[in-house]
């Protein structure tokens, strides 16, 4: 019971976490292009934030091989409530910071202790819930992730303009605060019982010579490549998220004005329409769950594949209510491969094992996400918005190729765990 008080309680945690950091970043993006009236200084605001969670993902394994998981997320909450506070001060009336480089600076530094959150959650789940109960709790995860993102973005567009930066950074403060003090409440049943609130060591051996650094630091990265199933995974992660940029903001925006002919409220629709086809995706995932469980890799490929169709006849339709459908059907392709690909990691590698690669793969992703904006945008520049969706189409098929093409990797137990865990629960 204690372990699933646990998961309730990481979950309801991250989620309360995701939903005011979507507020966070609506009202800093609206106050710099407030007060600066330019562009480039207010995409400077996720630009920051990208780079900052790339360097912490670097990082990461040396705090993960040292402290509790639960500490950690502490760690994180706690530092941002502290950061949002500071930065809600010096927005206020009272202060009226106009300056752009600490809030740029607070930034860095809220985004860099996030850098470590999504591993460790991702990690900490395995922990907490037995294995036939892992993808079930993967999804109602996913989907409440999907919730909160869609709901964040709309709500705090309204709450911003309503309102004004200054109480919404408040109430971000607020919700971070909160979020702290239910993750206090998060025990690990793999590790020993925590006697107390400060008792934050893993109890295993940590050494501080620079060697054994920087073998932590490597550990990762290696185990991505020596694992052969963890490879395969990499390679087609890799290829697939070369073309997963062409969902953001600024693509969308081009697609709906030059070739559906529509204006901003159409896009407005679009986004709403793919969120709603994710989170129809992740009710799918935890309703079919035992029909799944057994078939994680094929269902991975058949999610890539009907993603890639998706997109592709995305690209070529010039109907703008039957855009509405697509991208509505595209969710749940996206989510049953991205939540088949999740729990094959989680069921990859032991407990121990488990965060570094997180951190190692997060750090990845993020990395080739900034290629693939670079990369898109050029295409999109040189060979128009309608190309571009279809070589990203044809990207996320190469990807289901790759993953094909490596099966083997993924033959042998396949539906089980093969880290040993039995501490957790079957929710």
Known sequence: MNA????????????????????????????????????????????MRVSAQLLSGLAAPLMIVRYRLPFLLTVSQLGQFLLFGALAVYLSPHVEGTALLPIYAIIAAISFLDGWTTPARNALVPRLVRDEALLK???????????????????????????????????????????MAVTLLIEDPTESKRRSLWDVRTGREYRRG?????????????????????????????TDALGSSVWVGAFLLVFVQDVLHKDEQWWGYINAGYFAGTVLGGILVIALVRRLEN???????????????????????????????????????????????????????????????????????????????????????????????????????????VGWSNRNAFAEGQGKAVNGRQAGTSL
């Open 4 to 47: 699933k008080r646990s998961f309730y309680y990481l979950w309801g945690s991250q989620a309360l976490s995701n939903l005011v950091d979507a507020f966070y970043l609506v009202a800093l993006i609206t106050y710099v292009l407030n007060q600066t009236h330019s562009v480039i200084f207010a995409t400077m605001v996720p630009l």
């Open 137 to 179: 709790a993967n999804g109602m995860i996913a989907t409440t992730d999907q919730i909160i993102q869609f709901a964040g973005w709309a709500v705090s567009g309204v709450l911003v303009a309503s309102f004004g930066s200054f109480p919404v950074l408040l109430a971000v403060a607020a919700g971070f605060g909160v979020a």
């Open 210 to 238: 620079s060697e054994t650094r920087w073998n932590t630091l490597k550990e990762g990265w290696q185990l991505l490549w020596q694992s052969r199933r963890l490879r395969s995974m990499s390679l087609m992660d890799m």
């Open 295 to 401: 078939r994680l890799f094929l269902f991975m490929i058949v999610g890539l594949l009907g993603y890639a169709m998706c997109t592709a006849v995305f690209a070529i339709n010039k109907v703008a209510p039957l855009t509405l459908l697509i991208v509505l059907v595209t969710g749940p392709f996206t989510e049953l491969s991205a939540i088949s690909r999740k729990t094959l990691i989680q069921r990859s590698c032991t407990r121990d094992q488990l965060p570094k690669v997180f951190s190692a793969q997060n750090t990845l992703m993020n990395l080739i996400f900034g290629v693939s904006l670079l990369l898109m945008s050029y295409l999109a520049e040189r060979l128009g918005i309608v190309s571009m969706y279809l070589i990203a189409a044809a990207i996320s098929a190469a990807a289901a190729g």
